[in-house]
């Protein structure tokens, strides 16, 4: 078990550009989730996955921001002509649920994206 | 809508000694979780402490516990002989008990000074 990881762990852009996000869950997970962090806040929920369906979008993300999970493994999340407003660090947790409840979700270790 | 404050911006404790982080939250649902979370400089967020609103033993961690109070919606953190490896942003969170999702406090850095 490696962890939840993301990649690119860093990216800078010029406004106006489309940047790509890519997180791979702990094995087995199969609720993923996406937020965001500011430079001194805590995390914003974006939006989750169960399997492959998301299931929930914040009024957040806009319809600039799209976020697939293709056979239910890796997420990618996409920005279309990124805004200064978008730097941020982007989270993605991972967890494992069956039938009701919560399980805890596990961070990897962001993307910063700074936007210029 | 679901809230969560953290009313301490910032705090500090003395090495080997006790300090607790204040959290209080709102929520409209009858089942969900409560978190605290550690985000250390530069790295990754970490699970600290979970506790099932449902249950009302407070949970522990070896030098972590929390006194949970559901009536007035209150998750404090009690962090005991406090580490210089504790020092980190510590993050409460409420989690839906249906979709998992967090809602975070705006965080408290805690500063453990030698």
């Known amino acids: 078990d490696t962890g939840v990881s993301q990649d690119p762990r860093h990216k800078i852009t010029k406004r106006g550009q489309n940047v790509t996000f890519r997180c791979d869950p702990i094995?087995?997970?199969?609720?993923l989730y996406w937020y965001r962090q500011t430079l001194g806040q805590g995390p914003e929920f974006l939006t989750y996955?169960?399997?492959?369906?998301?299931?929930?979008k914040s009024r957040l993300l806009s319809d600039r921001f799209s976020a697939e999970r293709p056979k239910g493994s890796f997420s990618t999340l996409e920005i279309q002509r990124t805004e200064q407003g978008d730097s941020a660090m982007y989270l993605c947790?991972?967890?494992?649920?069956?039938?009701?409840?919560?399980?805890?979700?596990?961070f990897g270790p962001g993307t910063r994206l700074t936007v210029l | 809508a679901q809230t969560v404050t953290q009313s301490q911006p910032e705090m500090s404790v003395q090495e080997a000694e006790t300090v607790t982080l204040s959290c209080t939250y709102d929520?409209?649902?009858?089942?969900?979780?409560l978190f605290w979370y550690k985000q250390p400089p530069s790295r990754q967020m970490i699970l600290v402490i979970r506790?099932?609103?449902?249950?009302?033993q407070n949970a522990t961690e070896n030098r972590f516990s929390v006194n949970f109070q559901k009536a007035a919606k209150s998750f404090s953190l009690k962090i005991s002989d406090s580490q210089l490896g504790d020092t980190a942003m510590y993050f409460c969170?409420?989690?839906?008990?249906?979709?998992?999702?967090?809602?975070f406090g705006q965080g408290t850095t805690l500063q453990v000074k030698p």
């Open positions: 947790a991972s967890s494992y649920i069956a039938g009701e409840g919560t399980d805890t979700q596990y």
């Open positions: 094995s087995e997970h199969n609720r």
């Open positions: 996955f169960q399997n492959e369906a998301q299931l929930e």
């Open positions: 929520t409209s649902e009858n089942n969900y979780y």
């Open positions: 506790q099932e609103a449902y249950k009302q």
């Open positions: 969170a409420s989690g839906s008990g249906n979709t998992g999702k967090l809602i």
